[in-house]
């Protein structure tokens, strides 16, 4: 019957994802242009127009340049995250001394609004460069310290048990046991952390620099620029899509075997 | 005697309760060399837990394990332990699991004796494999052929053949008792399944309900080399099946 051609059409998972995005943007496009004030939301062609001629530009107010701040100021960051947060959730998760005299503080300060903590890195470093990293490098340093030691944490007795019944201890123990059973957790901690980052190096740029894409999503603000502040938006989500993706290639790369175990993660 | 235990008392504390659960009270038994020893008895009589201190990962409270006169007080490389579970690092391939207790030996050495102990479990060509990606039976015999690889005086088995489907168990035990016989080992056989004990022992040590004491020795002495179908025909067989059955008091 036609009907459940129809249907079979659209149970396909391309047919169906292209679908819902051509009616949602024909939707927004009439909203956005025709029942609501521009000035809200925008709507997508003047979204894309917008988004080209961002593109192509140079100097402050476009798309190019300011994001060579932007990432820079995420990747600092994120890699004092790895640096500083990923030994500290291993020592964590493996020392019982540092978990019950350092985790009560870790975990107060995982749920505390870090961005709360801006106006005290002012202080600190005053404005500018210095001060976004440190910022971008508090935002998410706690996800990679976290997802680590609930790694370490959740390592099954009985590896532990394996591991002793065949003598591997101390360094081996580490090499062959802890650190390859915690690299998915940790991958999951890399997801997050970067995603913070790109948070933190957005939101401090926005108070406290006159370049980057958060400076520019401000200014934007400042002058209703609706359409040039959503064509940043969507930048910055491709941006944060990409840098997932980067994660998860890496997690197929060096855990594969855990993707595989269990479908997905 | 090869392998001496001695008055093995084991009690846990319960937590957040004052009180203590004993498990093991007072077991003794021993084994000579090369011989297949049975610890059966009801499911939760402290078989695990005896096995795990023979492993050295859990310490009896009092009493004593002795291989070869040497008194067993940690893990080491002369017991080897096949687990319920299999217990494979599932991070690992075959090969790496296989070789992970040895890593001692000359990189030579080890790969020898990974080769050496995989084709003794059948397992040649699944080296570079992961352990998921391998039937619950084969992931056992990974679990055996890391055991051996260590070449242990005593090889510690723990219900090995408890999560894998009535076929393959009844396959697994023939290959077993191929590599117990080839290599002369030792074995501790840890199992509730009375036939698995009939059919793979010299001898079969029965406890009592916890806490636990060894009720009765008997001896298997049913012809060898065993054949699953044909070992199971035997009126021999059936007669040790009956006297065993009375010991774990499920007959009068």
């Known amino acids: 019957m036609a009907s459940n051609r129809a249907l079979q059409i659209l149970q396909n998972k391309w047919v169906a994802t292209i679908l819902t995005f051509v009616i949602f943007v024909v939707v927004w496009q009439i909203v956005g242009s025709y029942i609501l004030n521009p000035l809200f939301i925008s709507y997508p062609t003047a979204i894309a127009s917008a988004f080209a001629r961002l593109a192509v530009s140079t100097g402050q107010y476009s798309l190019i340049g300011p994001t060579v701040p932007t990432l820079l100021e995420t990747f600092e960051g994120f890699g004092l995250s790895i640096l500083i947060g990923l030994p500290l959730g291993l020592l964590l998760g493996i020392s019982r001394t540092l978990d019950i005299s350092l985790n009560p503080y870790v975990n107060a300060l995982y749920v505390t609004p870090r961005i709360a903590m801006i106006p005290l890195i002012i202080i600190w470093f005053g404005i500018g460069e210095p001060a976004i990293v440190f910022t971008t490098f508090f935002l998410s340093v706690f996800p990679m310290i976290v997802n680590t030691y609930v790694g370490v944490r959740d390592i099954s007795k009985s590896m532990l048990d394996t591991a002793e019944v065949f003598s591997i201890r101390g360094l081996r123990r580490f090499r062959y046991v802890i650190l390859p059973a915690t690299f998915p957790f940790i991958i999951a901690g890399l997801r997050l952390s970067i995603g913070s980052a790109l948070v933190g190096a957005v939101v401090a740029q926005m108070i406290l620099s006159l370049s980057g894409l958060g400076y520019i999503l401000t200014a934007f603000g400042d002058f209703f620029q609706t359409a040039q502040l959503m064509a940043v938006i969507i930048e910055l989500m491709i941006i944060g899509v990409i840098m997932n993706y980067g994660i998860d290639l890496l997690g197929k790369r060096f855990a594969d075997w855990k993707v595989t175990e269990r479908g997905y993660r | 005697m090869f392998v001496e235990v001695n008055d093995v008392k084991k009690s846990f504390q319960m937590s957040r309760q004052k009180e203590t659960l004993q498990v093991l009270d007072g077991i003794s038994f021993s084994a000579d060399q090369g011989e297949v020893v049975s610890i059966i008895g ?211």
């Open chain 2, 42 to 252: 009801p499911s939760g009589c402290g078989k695990t837990t005896l096995v795990r201190i023979l492993a050295g990962i859990e310490k009896q409270d009092s009493g004593s394990i002795k291989i070869e006169n040497h008194e067993v007080t940690g893990p080491g490389s002369n017991r080897g332990m096949v687990f319920q579970t299999f217990n494979l690092f599932p991070w690992m391939t075959i090969e790496q699991n296989v070789g992970i207790g040895i890593l001692d030996l000359p990189e030579e050495e080890r790969k020898k004796r990974v080769e050496t102990y995989l084709a003794m479990v059948n397992l040649q060509g699944f080296e570079k494999y992961h352990p998921h990606q391998l039937s619950g039976g084969m992931q056992q015999r990974v679990g055996v052929a890391r055991a051996m690889a260590l070449e242990p005086k005593v090889l510690l088995v723990d219900e090995a053949l408890a999560n894998v489907d009535a076929q393959t168990a009844e396959q697994l035990m023939d290959q077993l008792l191929q590599v117990f016989a080839k290599t002369k080992k030792t074995v501790i056989y840890v199992t509730h399944n009375m036939d698995e004990a009939i059919y793979m022992s010299n001898r079969i040590v029965v406890l009592s309900k916890r806490p636990s004491k060894v009720i009765q020795v008997l001896d298997d002495e049913l012809p060898t080399p065993r054949w699953e179908k044909d070992t199971r025909a035997m009126p021999e067989y059936g007669q040790l099946r009956t006297t065993l059955r009375k010991s774990l008091g499920l007959a009068r």
